[in-house]
Each structure stands twice: as structure tokens, then as C-alpha cells.
């Protein structure tokens, strides 16, 4: 008797073990998140000064950046309005025409750079893939300011 309770057990415990391993490999995979999409539909503020990504949608932004300071130029870390960050490398910049930037303050663009850097890391955004991508076209102005060409930066 006590060696068929012993294998009851056992039996038990091997398909207790085996449920265990199969719903909590489902449940990983049934938890899979979206990976994010941010868009930022502006960039305000002036070359030398502060400058922000602005319209943010999509992750834990808050709606924009504080201030990138020469991140656009340089690369690091974009912290947004939220606490959340994101990591850039070195951005490529590549001159693009100034004819679809805005005027502002009657005045026409002096340059514009398309703007691609590698997502290197985030945190607290929600799932930004990483690596991932940068991207956008910033114009330059004479007076110091800049603004973005429509549709604005993309983080993917």
C-alpha cells in the first residue's frame, strides 16, 4: 500500500511539474507587448538655446522633451517630460532643400539636415525596440531658431 501511495505521488508531482513548465511558457507568450512608436510632430526653441521635441505620441513621453541641448547634433540621452529616456547614437545628418520648412517670423530657412540615429537603449518609455531608430529633418534659422519639416521626428 505504501508503495503505491509513494508512486501516486510521484505521479502527481511529475504532472504538477510538467503543467507548471507548459502554463507558465503559454503565459510568456501570451503577454508579448507592442513595441512603441513615438512621433513627435514639432521641434521648438533656438540652436544655442533650449530646444524640444514638442507633440510627442506614443510611450511614456509626457508630450515632449526637455531640453536636447546638442543631442540632435551629438547623440545621448533625450529625457522627456514624463522621467522616461531615451538613448541616441551619433546621428548622420544629410542637407536637405529648405523649401518645406516654415517660415517663422518672416523668415525663410538657411539650412535643413535630415537627422537618422540608432536607438541605443530607453528606459521607462514602454517597449521602444532597441536597437531602433531616430529619425526627422531639423531647419535652421538666421535669428537662432529651429523647427521641424512635417511630419516631425519619429522614434521606431
Request: hydrophobic fraction near 35%; glycine fraction near 12%.
Amino acid at each position: 500500500m505504501r508503495r503505491r501511495t509513494m508512486v501516486v505521488v510521484a505521479a502527481v508531482i511529475s504532472i504538477a511539474c510538467v503543467m507548471g513548465v507548459s502554463s507558465s511558457a503559454f503565459a510568456s507568450k501570451a503577454h508579448k507587448t507592442a513595441k512603441v512608436t513615438i512621433k513627435c510632430s514639432g521641434l521648438s526653441g533656438t540652436l544655442t538655446g533650449t530646444t524640444t521635441l514638442t507633440g510627442c505620441k506614443g510611450g511614456n513621453t509626457g508630450g515632449s522633451s526637455t531640453s536636447l541641448g546638442a543631442k540632435l547634433a551629438s547623440g545621448g540621452t533625450i529625457t522627456w517630460t514624463s522621467g522616461a529616456t531615451t538613448t541616441v547614437g551619433t546621428p548622420t545628418l544629410a542637407t536637405l532643400s529648405t523649401s518645406k520648412c516654415p517660415v517663422i517670423d518672416g523668415l525663410k530657412a538657411s539650412s535643413a539636415n535630415k537627422v537618422t540615429a540608432t536607438v541605443t537603449a530607453e528606459n521607462g518609455v514602454g517597449n521602444l525596440p532597441v536597437p531602433g531608430t531616430f529619425t526627422g529633418a531639423a531647419c535652421l534659422y538666421s535669428n537662432d531658431d529651429v523647427a521641424t519639416v512635417k511630419p516631425g521626428f519619429k522614434i521606431t
